[in-house]
Nanobody, 127 residues
Framework: QLQLVESGGGLVQPGGSLRLSCAAS????????IGWFRQAPGKEREGVSC????????NYADSVKGRFTISRDNAKKTVYLQMNSLKPEDTAVYYC????????????????????WGQGTQVTVSS
């Protein structure tokens, strides 16, 4: 059974860092593009970042560019989202999503492009 499990969320002060992990089970991660999305209370789900299956392409929302970094370790079947210089407006539930897609492209902003989703991990940025 194909499954994605996010971890690494928590409470952090403004300016702090967190690293989220998205661990895959039940399938070979290296042919899947992965996206990270977030949803804050009362807001629509937002595409934060994505990485192609080959890791040759990444994409970031303007709101996180320069602060967040997406990466993948296919041997560990895990995709990471390193989040630095966190701001209160980064507070949300973060989800990872997967779509089988060979090559060097991914789609950051369209949640419907992805076929599989994790359950989410809460990130709270507050002093």
């Amino acid at each position: 059974q194909l499954q994605l499990v996010e971890s690494g969320g928590g409470l952090v002060q403004p300016g702090g860092s967190l690293r989220l992990s998205c661990a895959a089970s039940g399938f070979t991660l290296d042919v899947y593009a992965i996206g990270w999305f977030r949803q804050a209370p009362g807001k629509e789900r937002e595409g934060v970042s994505c990485i192609s299956s080959s890791a040759g392409s990444t994409n970031y929302a303007d709101s996180v560019k320069g602060r967040f970094t997406i990466s993948r370790d296919n041997a560990k079947k895990t995709v990471y989202l390193q989040m630095n210089s966190l701001k209160p407006e980064d507070t949300a539930v973060y989800y990872c999503a997967a779509r089988k897609k060979y090559g060097s492209s991914c789609v950051r902003s369209v949640s419907g492009w992805y076929d599989y989703w994790g359950q989410g991990t809460q990130v709270t940025v507050s002093s």
